[in-house]
């Protein structure tokens, strides 16, 4: 019992570290991609009891899913400055409304982002669009679940700002397994429809 919680905790380690290097290689530009990769290895680790190859499934998961990952998450940047500017700004001026449509904004970015990565590790579809849909779907439908997840990278901002900086080296792979974990159950009932209509 104790080796395999040994064995699993250095797997989360060492995706970690592999989404650290493939971010800076991309110098963030791959940061997308390098979450959903992440993703991909943790659910791995999480759903089976057998030893998870993390190199290969890391590079599986980019292979995969590379230029679709990459580029929403440069649109999420791109939309992601000008909601900061609009916070700031409104802040400033004291324009309660926009401070409201700015936090709200950020709300649902946070969340998107939080959801996308997971989801396209976990499910193959050729429509992107509807998988867009899904995710925002998923995003705004289950508030209890969206608790879990923010507290889990309100935790991981704490440990790396107020605990030590060198926690940055784990810090990824926590969050990433702790968002694993609860969407395991968000994700559980579409996994076993596709399942069942895969053998019909």
Avoid: C
Wanted: charge should be neutral; hydrophobic fraction near 55%.
């Amino acid at each position: 019992m104790l080796k395999d919680f040994y064995k699993k905790t250095m797997d989360v380690v060492f995706a970690n570290f592999l989404w650290i290097i493939t971010s800076l290689i991309g110098i963030f530009l791959t940061l997308g991609a390098a979450t959903s990769a992440l993703f991909r290895v943790l659910f791995k680790i999480i759903t089976y009891d057998e030893p998870t190859s993390v190199l290969h499934e890391f590079k599986e998961g980019l292979k995969e899913n590379f230029w679709f990952a990459s580029i929403v998450w440069l649109i999420l940047v791109i939309l992601g400055i000008p909601l900061y500017f609009m916070y700031i700004y409104s802040l400033n001026n004291g324009v309660d409304i926009l401070v409201v449509i700015a936090i709200f904004g950020a709300y649902e970015w946070i969340l998107f982002f939080i959801y996308f990565f997971p989801t396209l590790a976990v499910f193959k579809t050729k429509n992107k669009i509807q998988m867009i849909k899904n995710v925002i779907y998923l995003a705004n439908k289950n508030l209890w679940t969206n608790t879990k997840v923010l507290g889990s990278l309100m935790f991981v901002f704490i440990l790396v700002i107020y605990v030590h900086i060198s926690f940055l080296v784990i810090a990824i792979g926590i969050y990433g397994f702790l968002v694993a974990f609860h969407l395991k159950t968000v994700f559980k009932p579409y996994i076993e429809n596709l399942e069942e209509e895969e053998n019909l």
